[in-house]
């Protein structure tokens, strides 16, 4: 029998990742040995330098890619594929453009295994609520070309959560949002999540940026990659109070928090833009 | 989605084969099925039908003189279409005016003005040349006014700087910048104009008797009409068709020749 | 606790603002005006020819012309040739998509069944429907058969082709979504793969009209005993030039007519898809 408080939620094995080219047949090590355990309830964020292989961890964790070593494991139990229990949010939404709102945020619960014990009201008051929860109601029969990217946004969440998946995967879905926006959605994403509940009723969420600051805010741990191959640098365990929303930018351990991570990346950050990397200056731009 | 395991040039070409081959033997064992005098076509007999077509049938010659005809009637359209299209993209004024005028033709189809061809210019070659001037035509001039809406504006105010005359932006600007589309709607009307020639061929063919259009389309109307020979019909479609293909070739390793810059 | 419900970025169809309104209504009077001046300089450098040519059974005034298409109209011939014409093609039209649509699905998703099928599509397709008229008048003889073959010929190739391409630009990030929420194959097809290609599927179906459109003159010109393409024919024979040129005129419209109905059902099947029409 587990102890459920001590096993892992999500844990990967010395996952390694390459690619083969298919003309050249030349192979790319994309992540090497990656292993991380990831507790119930927690927030994790995920931060490195382009072709980290954040995405590429993620879409193994969401069974869209097999490891090409090492295990996966969720509860226990190896991930073989897909599947409603691990819900995804994609950097560019993903919505279906023929249908409205209400459409794309029922697609799981009307089309998939979400909804499948349901009866057909039980999904009409679940789509519903989460409308609303994300504050678009009165959005409903849209579609997505009428919508800016804040709302079609919310739409993609609103879905996420509508599956009732036990494990959040978030690839950097707040990127493509201006500043204030993504204030506001980073603070509507801590209440979703559970920030001022119980531990035991949050969800599990893995959430992929390159804004540090963001990761910062929003995470219990902050796993740090670096690239070339992809592989965890370090885990920055974040012990800002929650909740956060409103009061960790202005506590004075988020700016050292933020040096901290941006000291283990700034080096690859550089080289990732062709730049030299700058010796010891006294002060640096925080951003990524 | 998987794809074959073996991908060597010959399995490719066996694979690529396979299912032609295998209805072109259907087809031969159906035909061997049939009573003797029966006019069906078969596989076996179209092959002798070519190699009597080709040698003293004259399908080269009709060949020729289809190809021939396209080719003029592809010319002066091409000239008309080029220059009209030039100026109508260039004159927002002409464009408007214009406009309704060849938006009400597009739709009706070449053949439409068969008829009136024939009135005008009786059953021969003039009557061929109109059908496919007047289908290579619109394609021409379509995608000529498109190609100089896509000349990059900043290019021709560098020219007016420079003081050179509208005559000289026309032809060293305009034209250069245009030629992707241009090249693109030839082609499309070179293959528009073949399927013209070949149906006016055919129509002229039919309502004169079988009389002196000649070319290809002509001929097979005869096979059909005349001299009943339907293996020698097929091997006319398939001329058509390979013509076709060739045409289609031709002119796209023109744009890719004469346009190295496009991707 | 919610956010706010509406996002201060424009979003929404057709603008309410009243100075857009007048300005769109003025650019179509504007538009309306200059196609009826271009169209009197039209009939009047035709009437001009006309006088000048003196042969009224080559080219008759635009007056006569006018004269034959108002009594066609009346007593209802163009209608009854254009019906025949426009069922024909609208069984062809159907015929076409049955067939297309879905070996252009079995073909974009399976590269095995595109492997096979591919090259006896592209043995057939530089052969144009026109050149199939002899051996299909053996075939099926003259009648309503013969131009509904041609026109199913020449409509399938654009509808195959564009299906495939429709299936193959199925953006996979939508499937990948998908199947993260446990969607199973026949709903992926169903209720992502289809909806995705439409889309193209529809401007193919627009395309196959076009090119549908033209061969049904040939067809009916030589191998038919009624319809548009027939008409022209038997009036050309009769010398009635007016009357020919009525038809050509009617088939003209129907053409565009046909067009305009197509383009308000692709309108109203993808609304989302603005942008990627083709005009015939």
Redesign the interface.
Known sequence: MRNTATSPKLRLSGVTKSFVAPRTGQQTLAVAEMSLDVQTGEFICVVGPSGCGKSTVLNMI???DKPSGGTIEKDGQAIT????D???M?Q?Y?L????TVEDNVG??LR????GRDLSKDQREQRIAHFI????????ER??????????RQ?VALA?LLA?GPDILLLDEPLGALDAQTRH?LQA?LL?IWGETAPVSERKTAIFITHDIEEAVLLADRVVVMSSHPGRVREVVTIDLPRPRANTARTNPRFGVLVEQIWSLIRDEAYRAIGGDTPQAKPTEEATA | MKTWTQDTPAFALMRNMALPVLLGLLWQLWAMTLPEGSPAPAPLKVFESLGDLLVGGGLLSATAQSLGRVLLGFAAASVLGIALGLLMGSFAAMRENLDPIIESFRPIAPMAILPIAILWLGTGTPTALAIVAYASFFPVLVNTVHGVSRVDRKLLLAARTMGMSRLTILTRVVLPGALPSILLGSRLAMGVAWTAIIAAELAVGSKSGGGSSGGIGQMMFVFYAYNIDLNAIVVCMAVVGVVALLIDRLFRSAERHLIPWRP | ???????P?P???VASDPAQVRRRSWMLNRKLWVSLRAFGVFFLVWWLLHLWNGNPLQLPSPLKVFEALWGLLRDGEIASHASVSTLRMLVALALSITVAVPLGFLMGLSRRAEDLIDPLVEILRPISGIAWLPLALFIFGVGDTLPVFIMFYVGFFPILLNTIAGVRQT?P??L?????????RT?LLV??LV??A?PTVMVGIRLAFAASWAAIVAAELIGSPSGLGFAIEWYRQLLMTPKVFAFILAIGVVGYLCDLGLRALQHRM?????GTGASS
């Open positions: 969401a069974g869209l594929g897909p599947g409603a691990r819900g995804v994609f560019d993903a279906m453009p023929w249908q697609f799981g089309h998939g295994t979400p609303e929860l994300v504050g678009l109601r009165g959005s849209k579609y997505p070309h009428q919508l800016s990217g804040g709302m919310r879905r599956n506001i509507e209440r | 606790m919610t956010l706010p419900a509406r996002s970025v979003g929404g169809p953006d990030r939508l990948a979504a998908a199947r993260t929420m446990g969607v199973g709903a209720h992502v909806p995705s439409l993808t609304p989302w898809a603005e």
